[in-house]
């Protein structure tokens, strides 16, 4: 730590010119802080205003819905109609209708399908499954006919996973139109050809034969017409999911008599459909302390012994929801229990498990119960649950979500010789998170409806923040995958990296960029940079102002800023617009103290600057005693004082000049503080709140939080002075690695020694193709023989 004196002065502030922030040509200053508004936003309409909330002119449509499907088990397939009644309250004139065909993804020629891509250096297992299944089955919409509402066929165009329907008359603003449609499709084996839906078959040995059946974008479904956008017409080619309408759906499904069906909504036939003992069951478990087996694993086990004849219909209601999904199978045990809610409309939500032999016991424990504490903790963050009932299910599918219903994978691991059951502390914990990030997902984006095939991280990012706030108050030491600033680092300082703000089908590393990054950011802004109220009032008041809308990014930043009084362009600029990462050094730390013009006192504190310094080496060696100290006559005035005796000139000029000087010169020059001057440089480029730790030599220590408002006039290095009457021992940035730095080995001052372990390697025998062919040669001769021949001898 170097030691400095300041003198004192009179200072004016130079003036200081600044070339236009955007189109800023001289110098190499880079605004950092530049506002976001004009340049990387877009203009606020009546639509959707400048503080981040829809506009008293705001509309979305509205699309309801009537379907008839049957599954048939057999053949694979489900076969449906619906009726459509689509409601027009944008202001335009709309003269077709566009529909996404989601499972025309699996068609051989779908852009999808053909524009997979393979490393090429080696095959997988299941790559080779996969590609030999698409030579024989083909999936994607067929029998595809649409209607109007007197029954006259309409026209249509398909164009990859989207339909067009040429409307016989326009539809105007304010305007309903009523059309039907009938179509078919292949279910897809998920563990085969992959996919967020289809089928898993218990048909290995020792396995019961039956199947799990998830139905998802499996009907015909009207694409979003929005403000901002128009028609949504981007094709599904794999990573961008579903951004769709709010409407009220009536769903018949008719499937096998001895399926249990999981659905969107609320079944509307229970006496039609469950024993009067399973309807008991249900009706107990809304006030239930714990889970209660609707059907029991006893229930299940005798279903999947022998197939029943016939089918029966479930009918389901849902109303307001964006989309409808399902799943059925013989195989399922189902549990509920009751759940206490804030919404007046659904005081008690039925939390729902619905699983298999397989994933027991580990759904029995966990599943409903996450679904409950999932209910709790987004419920505090954003709003009360909106819907009657949140399930789980599962199936092939790791995690998927729909409004009411999501399909979740983990499940215990059977030894194949023994038979025993074990499951590992990641199934443990993946099955805790996965329902809870999924049942999440009914928040944010199946009410709070942003663009998912736009802007991913706008439901993953968001999604994963609160899932972390719901780890940790699951258990504290909940080993989460994303949230944690530290997990962030590796991915940020990566070179194959996009920003956030980039469209969901042009993402290398998706889960670090669309999950991982967005949710740290969060956990920054929430703990580091707003601190927690202010932070919780805003993205309360996001998900209020949002809920039951479509949102964008800019809704999201401006309201953001908005409720919580804080400029955060810099914030948004750095961690979803840029690649930057953090890392900000602590470059130096310089000890200064106030000249006292007194000699008195400057020249004692000279002399002992002086005395740290090492005496010369030469000096040091000489043993003989010197001319001076031996010879008394040699030494005079020089020799009794040093060029640090204070002078009585000194002590006079000194004296005169205090009988005139100003009070506050003289209040100032008494000052006995040390001004610490610590220098921050900026390496990773993106701007950050620098957090100091300051420790003193009396033991205490002090933590100083400075805003990022630190690097507005020079993004890149920066010093920073602290005052005070102690001693500073060591000063460390970040101490809590809480800002993602990328290099805490340059954040205290002094330097600290990292401690590693190094291991050991062997060394390795060289190859050596003769022994591994099992040959050997003799002391006599080059010629191998077979080890065999060895071995006989011995």
């Known amino acids: 730590m170097k030691h400095i004196v300041l003198g004192m002065a009179l200072l004016m502030a130079p003036a200081v010119g600044f070339a236009d922030p955007v189109e800023q040509t001289k110098g190499k200053f880079e605004d950092k802080f530049r506002q976001l508004e004009g340049e990387a936003w877009p203009t606020p309409t009546d639509y959707r205003n400048a503080a981040g909330e829809p506009g008293y002119r705001y509309w979305q449509q509205k699309v309801d819905y009537r379907i008839k499907a049957t599954l048939d088990e057999a053949a694979k397939t489900i076969t449906g109609s619906e009726t459509v009644t689509y409601q027009n309250n944008s202001p335009d004139t709309l003269r077709y209708l566009w529909l ?8 051989r020629g779908s852009i999808a399908e053909l524009t997979r891509t393979t490393a090429g250096k080696e095959l997988t297992t299941s790559g080779v499954r996969r590609a030999k299944r698409m030579q024989t089955w083909e999936g994607g919409f067929n029998d595809l006919k649409v209607t109007d509402a007197a029954g006259a066929p309409l026209p249509f165009t398909v164009v990859d996973t989207l339909l067009r329907i040429d409307l016989a008359q326009p539809l105007k603003s304010g305007e309903t139109l009523t059309f039907s449609m ?22 290995k040995p020792g396995e019961d034969g039956n199947c799990i059946f998830l139905g998802a974008q499996w009907f015909p479904r009207l694409a979003v017409y929005s403000d901002y956008e128009g028609w949504h017409n981007k094709a599904f080619v794999g990573a961008g999911e579903f951004t769709l309408e709010f409407g009220d759906y009536e769903v018949e499904l008719t499937v096998p008599a001895d399926h249990i069906v999981s659905a969107t909504g609320e079944l509307q036939n229970p006496e039609a459909i469950l024993s009067a003992a399973q309807a008991s069951r249900l009706d107990q478990a809304k006030t239930a302390a714990e889970p209660v087996y609707i059907v029991t694993a006893q229930e299940a086990a005798a279903a999947e012994k022998t197939k029943a004849a016939g089918t029966k219909t479930w009918r389901f209601t849902a109303g307001n929801v964006r989309d409808f999904a399902f799943a059925s199978s013989r195989k399922f045990i189902w549990d509920a229990q009751g759940v206490k809610n804030a919404d007046p409309a659904h005081p008690v939500v039925m939390a729902m498990s619905f699983y298999p032999k397989e994933a027991r016991p580990l759904w029995d424990a966990y599943s409903t119960k996450s679904i409950a504490h999932t209910l709790k903790v987004y419920g505090d963050f954003a709003f009360p649950y909106p819907y009657p009932t949140a399930q789980s299910v599962n199936g092939p599918v790791g995690g998927m979500e729909y409004p009411m219903i999501t399909f979740n994978g983990p499940r215990p691991i059977k030894d194949k010789k023994t038979g025993e059951l074990t499951y590992t502390e990641r199934a443990k914990y993946g099955l805790i998170g996965v329902v809870i990030h999924e049942v999440g997902h009914i928040w944010f984006p199946m009410t709070v409806n942003s663009d998912e095939r736009q802007w991913t991280w706008m439901d993953e990012g968001i999604n994963s923040f609160v899932e972390f706030q719901a780890h940790k108050q699951w258990d504290k030491k909940f080993p989460s995958r994303r949230g944690e600033p530290r997990d962030m680092i590796e991915y940020m300082v990566s070179e194959n990296q996009v920003p956030i703000m980039t469209n969901s089908e042009s993402i290398p590393q998706f889960g670090n960029n669309a999950y991982g990054k967005p949710a740290t950011a969060l956990v920054i802004l929430r703990e580091t940079v707003l601190g927690r109220e202010t932070f919780d009032f805003a993205f309360k008041e996001y998900s209020r102002r949002w809920a039951f809308k479509r949102p964008t990014p800019y809704d999201f930043f401006r309201t953001m800023e908005e409720a919580s009084g804080v400029d955060l362009d810099w914030f948004w600029r750095g961690w979803f617009y840029s690649t930057d990462h953090v890392d900000i050094e602590l470059v130096d730390i310089k000890k200064a103290r106030i000249n006292t013009r007194d000699p008195e006192i400057e020249k004692p504190w000279e002399k002992l600057q002086d005395d740290e310094k090492p005496d010369s080496l030469t000096e040091m060696r000489n043993t003989e005693p010197t001319v001076v100290s031996t010879d008394p006559k040699t030494r005079d005035f020089y020799d009794e004082t040093t060029a640090f005796t204070p002078t009585v000139k000194a002590k006079k000029k000194y004296a005169d000049a205090m009988k005139d000087a100003e009070p506050e010169l003289k209040e100032a020059l008494a000052v006995k503080d040390s001004f610490y001057n610590l220098t921050f440089r900026n390496k990773g480029g993106l701007v950050m709140p620098v957090i100091v730790k300051l420790d003193f030599t009396d033991g205490t220590s002090e933590t100083v939080r400075i805003p990022a408002e630190i690097w507005r006039m020079n993004p890149v290095e920066v010093t920073w002075q602290y005052v005070t009457p102690k001693t500073l021992k060591q000063a460390e940035l970040d101490p809590l690695w809480e800002t993602a730095d990328a290099n805490t080995a340059n ?23 003769m022994k591994d062919m099992e040959l050997i040669v003799t002391p006599d001769s080059t010629k191998t023989a077979p080890q065999a021949k060895k071995d006989e001898k011995k």
């Open 100 to 107: 996404t065909l989601d499972q025309n993804n699996y068609k």
């Open 747 to 769: 954040n205290a001052f002094p330097r600290r020694i990292d401690s590693v372990t190094l291991g050991i390697t062997d060394s390795e025998e060289p190859a050596n193709r």
């Open 182 to 203: 009938n179509w078919s499709f292949p279910i897809p084996e998920t563990r085969v050809v992959g996919g967020r839906s289809g089928y898993e078959c218990f048909t």
